[in-house]
């Protein structure tokens, strides 16, 4: 699952639930029921362009969380917490595929189930993962947000 529908997600799960102590476990746990649906493959060959795409979808995740902390501003606090726990697992893959982390006791297991989940990572997983991101971006537009300016 790309990373913008990790943080949309965790956006989401904010606003509607508004209960920290709900909604954060709840954040967290997306990640992984969303790695378990089909999604795309990101087999991009080139480090290079590698690299962009993660700096363009890093820009895009923080600019929609921003813009969501605007919209809902007495929950701006647990709209990002929300939004960076949704994503958080995969900050680890570069650990994971350098090594620093596959090896490590803890995180081994974590990694190994992190691993597996992703049973169905294909190119054509970009129709639904933008489906999904299009439900969630529609849902979050309607949600009865008041535009502070």
Not at 1 to 7: D, I, S
Request: glycine share 6%; proline share 5%; net charge positive.
């Amino acid at each position: 699952m790309t990373g913008l529908n990790h943080a949309l997600t965790g956006i989401s799960i904010a606003i509607v639930v508004k209960r920290p102590e709900l909604a954060v476990p709840l954040a967290f746990l997306s990640h992984f029921i969303l790695d378990m649906t089909p999604h795309s493959l990101m087999d991009i060959a080139s480090k290079k362009t590698f690299r962009g795409y993660l700096i363009v979808e890093a820009i895009t995740m923080v600019t929609v969380t921003i813009v969501a902390m605007l919209l809902f501003p007495d929950q701006w606090f647990l709209i990002g917490l929300c939004a960076v726990l949704a994503f958080l697992p995969d900050m680890l893959w570069p650990f994971y595929h350098n090594g620093s982390l596959r090896e490590k006791r803890f995180f081994r297991p974590f990694y190994l189930f992190h691993q597996k989940i992703q049973w169905s990572e294909t190119k054509r997983g970009f129709v639904f993962e933008g489906l999904y991101g299009a439900v969630l971006i529609i849902f979050l537009l309607s949600s009865g947000a008041h535009p502070i300016i």
